[in-house]
């Protein structure tokens, strides 16, 4: 750690015009070279285009000593260790969402920025979005209090906390700290001698709010790249946050979307030289020259050891404000990291024996049978809820209304992406009208195993038990003895039956039977019951059994083309249930034991 310092990153999110950057200048005493809206283009529209860094430090608080590694009691004499505070200032124009998510995906603590004079718009709701799935902590920032009218200042500032406790009541964030600032009174185009007001409070406030952050050395180095330049005479500059890991000059680093392994020859945090750095720490590396157009984001990490995905079994969970279901065959944007690549959709539950079961998030198990969906299921999406009992359970269907405690989807990307086990995949509608007053994020997961094969589908998409419940109706039609029936309607007239001579079928008299043979050219078949037909049910299908007594042996031969023979007293049902696996080549048809 450079001067022991330890870094924790505060993502700075709202909507677009809700005074951001203002904010994120007024806290801030030391600036990155991304940092401000620097780039032409960002002063040119007067807006935030990409993510910006800067920091602030203040003397290190005593309850997070414990995060930063020789800070404790037995900690050498020195200079008083301080707590860096990263800004992570995030665009907050609606068709720069991709860009949103990438940054929240590093920060330890979210500050939601509102104009106090607009209250909660369409992107802040977004980004309270992104910020219950990428982190633990908020704190509520009501920007421009300076244009409210002085008189009604307070009373307006004291309304606007009610209605965003209120919005935060249904979040993980119920309770979160709302506080006032004026981050740039009087606008942009004030005098800067005009002072930010509460800006003092807040910087106490986001001390006493940031949490304990997880900080291990330890395991392979991991950096999420946000900046690339090249220093003409030094090499190539790459900033970002390290995920996981630490680095020390000399290190071999990978570029994985370049296939390229690069010396660190520098580095630096906010312009102080370091010779190493961890998990947390916002740093500038500077390695070997290559063409840095090559890599605008991504990741950085030790050799060997990230992996190119073509597909991913990720654990999923609906986002709540998404409207509609989440379909089966649906395409979505899905972004992984700084990544977002076009991705189909497969969604499937367990079992229905095991829709109780403990979720498991750090692993995949292929061991286990896997129910397909034709959609996501949730409460909206299931019909009307009802008891969850064993009679769904026995007969091997989801119950009806109940929801399973993990789902999951196969992700087929567009084009293959790298990234790390475990890592956050959220799947959105990006192409939906940013117009509209609507969520475009539709739900987010971990990714628990990566297909790294381009010929996943037939190397290991057939080790993937995931199958289709498939339930037929018919009827018996008559009876040929004790032992057999006819049945019809259960199959096509064109179906092959001989694909499924050996399934057992139920008669809803109580009888079980093998289906035994086709009968005919009409898609009637027979059906053998190694029990036997009860008593009850040859009253039930005594016309049948009437008519077959008076036909005679010569006519037996030509039983399917006689005259039509009178239905039995009630009809009786055949059922066929078996499992199909969507990913079996042969397209075998199972039943369990």
Not at 499 to 525: C, M, N, P, Y
């Amino acid at each position: 750690m450079a001067g022991r310092r330890l870094n924790v990153n505060v993502g700075v999110l709202g909507h677009i015009d809700s005074g951001k950057t203002a904010l994120a200048r007024a806290l801030s005493t030391t600036a990155s070279t991304a940092a401000f809206d620097k780039q032409p283009q960002s002063r040119e529209r007067g807006i935030t285009l990409d993510l910006g860094f800067s920091c602030f430090s203040v003397p290190l608080p005593a309850r997070l000593r414990p995060a930063l590694p020789g800070a404790g009691a037995d900690a050498e004499p020195g200079a008083e260790p301080r707590l860096q505070v990263t800004l992570v200032d995030c665009p907050g124009h609606a068709s720069l969402i991709r860009t949103i998510i990438g940054g929240a995906q590093i920060i330890d603590l979210m500050m939601l920025v509102i104009d106090v004079t607009k209250g909660m718009q369409t992107q802040s709701a977004e980004c309270l979005v992104i910020g219950q799935i990428a982190c633990q902590k908020l704190v509520v920032v009501l920007n421009k209090t300076d244009l409210l009218a002085e008189g009604k200042r307070q009373a307006a500032i004291e309304k606007m906390t009610r209605k965003m406790q209120k919005t935060l009541e249904n979040t993980k964030f119920r309770g979160a700290p709302i506080i006032p600032v004026a981050a740039r009174p009087g606008g942009p185009e004030a005098p800067e001698t005009e002072a930010p007001q509460g800006i003092s409070e807040l910087i106490e406030l986001l001390t006493s709010q940031i949490p304990i952050p997880a900080r291990d050395p330890s395991g392979p180095f991991l950096m999420s790249v946000d900046h690339c330049f090249s220093i003409k005479g030094q090499g190539t500059v790459m900033t970002g946050t390290i995920l996981s890991g630490s680095v020390s000059l000399g290190d071999s680093v990978e570029i994985p979307a370049l296939k390229v392994v690069r010396k660190v020859k520098s580095m630096q945090m906010f312009r102080t030289p370091v010779t190493s750095a961890m998990q947390g720490d916002r740093l500038g590396v500077c390695v070997t020259q290559f063409d840095p157009k090559l890599l605008e984001r991504g990741l950085v990490c030790a050799p060997e050891s990230l992996h190119t995905v073509h597909a991913a079994l990720v654990s999923v969970e609906k986002i709540p404000y998404f409207r509609g279901p989440l379909q089966t065959k649906a395409k979505f944007h899905i972004t992984v990291g700084h990544e977002t690549v076009m991705g189909r959709v497969m969604f499937f539950s367990p079992a229905p024996d095991d829709f109780d079961r403990e979720p498991v998030l750090d692993s995949f198990d292929f061991s286990r049978e896997y129910l397909f969906q034709e959609q996501y299921l949730c409460p909206g999406s299931a019909p009307a809820a009802t008891d969850c009992g064993e009679a769904d359970r026995k007969a091997g269907q989801a119950p009806e209304g109940c929801c399973p405690r993990q789902q999951w989807a196969l992700v087929e990307f567009e084009k293959p992406v790298t990234c790390p086990r475990l890592c956050l995949v959220i799947g959105s509608r990006l192409d939906a009208d940013i117009h509209a007053n609507a969520c475009r994020l539709a739900f987010h997961g971990i990714l628990l195993h990566g297909l790294e094969d381009r010929g996943y589908a037939e190397s290991v998409l057939p080790t993937l038990r995931v199958y289709k419940l498939k339930h037929k109706q018919g009827i018996v039609e008559r009876v040929m003895d004790d032992c057999s029936v006819i049945g019809r309607s259960l199959f096509k007239k064109e179906t092959n039956i001989q694909l499924f001579v050996g399934l057992r079928v139920h008669l809803s008299t109580g009888e079980q039977g093998v289906i035994d043979s086709a009968f005919g050219q009409s898609g009637k078949f027979k059906v053998h019951i190694p029990g036997g037909l009860s008593p009850e049910s040859k009253k039930i299908l005594t016309p049948a059994l009437k008519k077959r007594g008076r036909t005679g042996r010569g006519e037996a031969a030509r039983q399917e083309d006689g005259p039509e023979r009178p239905e039995p007293a009630q009809p009786v049902a055949l059922s066929l249930s078996f499992k199909r696996y969507v990913f079996d080549t042969h397209k075998r048809m199972v039943q369990s034991p």
